[in-house]
């Protein structure tokens, strides 16, 4: 796992190298209403964001994005690498953990 992190709106990304098959898992606080993760891989753009003030459990896939158990995203990911940044808002970020899938 990488160290906690906190993610300010406005601010240079957290980027990270992807291996060939990927995972990415990781949990996500949103502070204020308006705050938003964004995860930039290669040509997609996936959107996480709630207002609940709750711990949110994040998967990311090749075959898409699944928060807190439920699917959010169908279409295929491709990436070579991963930036995640918050926007419009602060997200603190724990657990952040990428991995190997069997291919």
């Given at each position: 796992?990488?160290?906690?992190?906190?993610?300010?709106a406005?601010a240079?990304?957290?980027s990270?190298?992807?291996p060939?098959?990927w995972?990415?898992r990781?949990r996500?606080?949103?502070?204020?209403?308006?705050?938003?993760?964004r995860?930039?891989?290669?040509s997609s753009?996936?959107m996480?964001f709630?207002?609940?003030h709750i711990?949110h459990r994040v998967?990311?896939t090749?075959?898409?994005?699944?928060?807190d158990g439920?699917?959010t995203?169908?279409s295929?990911l491709?990436?070579?690498?991963?930036?995640l940044?918050?926007q419009?808002?602060?997200?603190?970020?724990?657990?952040?953990v990428?991995?190997?899938?069997?291919?």
């Amino acid at each position: 796992p990488l160290a906690p992190a906190t993610s300010v709106a406005g601010a240079k990304g957290l980027s990270r190298p992807l291996p060939p098959s990927w995972m990415i898992r990781l949990r996500a606080w949103f502070p204020a209403k308006q705050s938003t993760l964004r995860l930039e891989l290669g040509s997609s753009t996936v959107m996480v964001f709630d207002g609940s003030h709750i711990w949110h459990r994040v998967e990311v896939t090749k075959q898409g994005v699944v928060v807190d158990g439920r699917r959010t995203g169908a279409s295929e990911l491709t990436a070579s690498s991963v930036t995640l940044r918050a926007q419009h808002g602060p997200v603190e970020i724990r657990d952040l953990v990428i991995s190997r899938t069997k291919p």
